[in-house]
């Protein structure tokens, strides 16, 4: 007996209605973000291992999924290779290309290939999937959507307040409530100055980046495994439990760092980011969280980092500014701040919330039954004209019982069913059910288009 087929660990299969409600998803970004001026574009699935090697750190390095070389891919490979089970020599000469681990280093790399066609700032935006050789486990997958946004080539602020526009108006859409958490890099830096411990900035920051999940104690624990002073530390409690409102909390630090030329200089942008949202009707709460600390081997600028208030979940979105993406392609100076859904979280929220519209699973939405060679016919005509309209139609392809058919449209969730035989025809009209409610009434063409339009 033939063995069952499997897919790789760490990927999925979608049915139908998961790719309904995932498409749903990606429409209402896709949508958002062409609202505010963002243009897609896409970049292949693969890229070279020069492109890709040794801009995500060593583990990063370790996650690349590597493509052997096509033909006889040993052919040039020596015996003492071979022999000397070096996995990292071997697949430099075995392999030359790797499937992408993120979109942001597609995109740095399509920037500096592209920069004579690129008119800046360039606004893009890209919604594809990403592989990681990570090790699968629930809510961790090797192959899973990024929905990237990007602006390079400006240093304005006012970059970073659309960027939390689209944020709030994407999950004001989606009926998400979130709490957009926003911090800088420079503050963080003020405050590892103002300690004294300017050289472990990352050690710091990464402590408090888990604040969230270890509390205070397991921050400062993490921060005397650092070697953070005791001073330090103690130096450190306010700042890390700062309360408050945004203005309070930004008079408390700009008190704390005004020894701090880069502190206050990320104060200055984070104010005018908040004052400037202020002006603008936001749905959801933006809150200055001094705890924030994603990414800052990356990050130099602003931060933001999105969770939703409704279930127990991680960042579902997060971003900030970077001041030299195109830098590791010999390209120095290029600012950008950028933003990315996480597609898979945010699905996983709106499944637990029982936020999917029941339209956006809804494929067929008219079904004709098939009750023979000239039946058929009469209902072609009528499904050319109801799709005509945008109606999604289908016409059952086999002469049988109307029980089979019935079942079919009850298993795809059809909502009307319609019947034409020989009295129907004669008369112009379509017998026509609802099958939530099961009433029948007979209905012209054109009626029958009204019905569905108004889903009634």
């Known amino acids: 007996m033939a063995q069952k087929p499997t897919i790789p660990k760490g990927t999925r299969d979608f049915s139908t209605t998961e790719m309904a409600k995932r498409n749903y998803l990606f429409n209402t970004i896709r949508s ?3 609202l505010y001026g963002y ?7 693969m890229e070279t291992l020069q492109t890709l090697m040794g801009k995500y750190g060593e583990e990063g390095d370790k996650l690349l999924f590597k493509i052997l070389n096509s033909g006889d891919y040993l052919s040039k490979v020596l015996d003492n290779d071979l022999s000397s089970r070096n996995s990292i020599r071997l697949a430099q000469k075995i392999s030359e290309k790797g499937l992408r681990y993120d979109l942001t ?9 592209h920069r004579e066609e690129l008119q800046l700032p360039f606004k893009r935006y890209q919604i594809q999937p990403v592989w990681r050789a990570d090790r699968p486990q629930k809510g961790r997958y090797r192959e899973f959507y990024q929905c990237d946004a990007d602006v390079v080539g400006s240093d304005s602020l006012f970059n970073e307040v659309e960027l939390m526009q689209i944020v709030d108006t994407v999950f004001s859409r989606l009926g998400i409530r979130v709490v957009i958490k926003i911090n800088n890099r420079k503050i963080l830096s003020g ?3 103002i300690i004294g411990e300017s050289e472990k900035i990352t050690d710091i920051t990464v402590a408090i980046d888990k604040l969230d999940k270890i509390g205070i104690d397991g921050v ?12 330090a530390i103690s130096t450190l409690q306010p700042i890390i439990s700062l309360s408050g409102s945004n203005d309070e909390k930004l008079s408390v630090i700009s008190d704390v760092l005004k020894g701090s030329c880069v502190g206050l200089k990320g104060i200055e942008e984070i104010k005018y980011i908040l004052d400037t949202l202020k002006t603008i009707n936001m749905v959801n709460e933006i809150q200055l969280d001094l705890s924030l600390a994603r990414g800052l081997n990356y990050y130099t600028g602003a931060i933001f980092e999105v969770k939703a208030l409704d279930t127990t979940m991680g960042s579902i979105t997060g971003g900030g500014r970077y001041d030299n993406l195109t830098g590791i392609f010999g390209m120095p100076g290029l600012s950008g701040v950028g933003i990315s859904f996480g597609a898979d979280r945010i699905y996983d929220v709106l499944n637990t919330l029982n936020l999917f519209p029941s339209e956006a699973v809804v494929g067929t939405q008219l079904l004709f039954i098939n009750f023979g060679e000239q039946e058929t016919e009469y209902c072609m005509n009528v499904a050319a004209k109801i799709r005509a309209q ?9 002469l049988s019982k109307i029980k089979k058919q019935m079942a079919y449209a009850n298993s795809k969730q059809i909502p009307y069913v319609a019947m034409a035989g020989e009295n129907e025809i004669q008369q112009g009209l379509i017998n026509l059910k609802n099958m939530a409610t099961g009433e029948q009434t007979m209905v012209s063409p054109e009626q029958l288009l009204t019905i569905i339009l108004n889903g009634k």
């Not at 897609?40 to 699935?45: G, K, R, S, V, Y």
């Not at 945008?390 to 086999?398: A, M, Q, S």
Request: charged share 30%.
């Open 105 to 113: 280093v597609p995109f740095a790399r399509y920037v500096v290939m």
């Open 191 to 193: 405050i590892a100055d």
């Open 39 to 45: 243009q897609q574009i896409e970049t292949p699935a």
């Open 220 to 231: 400062n624990e993490e921060l005397r495994k650092a070697g953070i002073s005791e001073t």
């Open 390 to 398: 945008g109606i999604r139609t289908e016409i059952y392809p086999d």
């Open 32 to 34: 958002v973000y062409e």
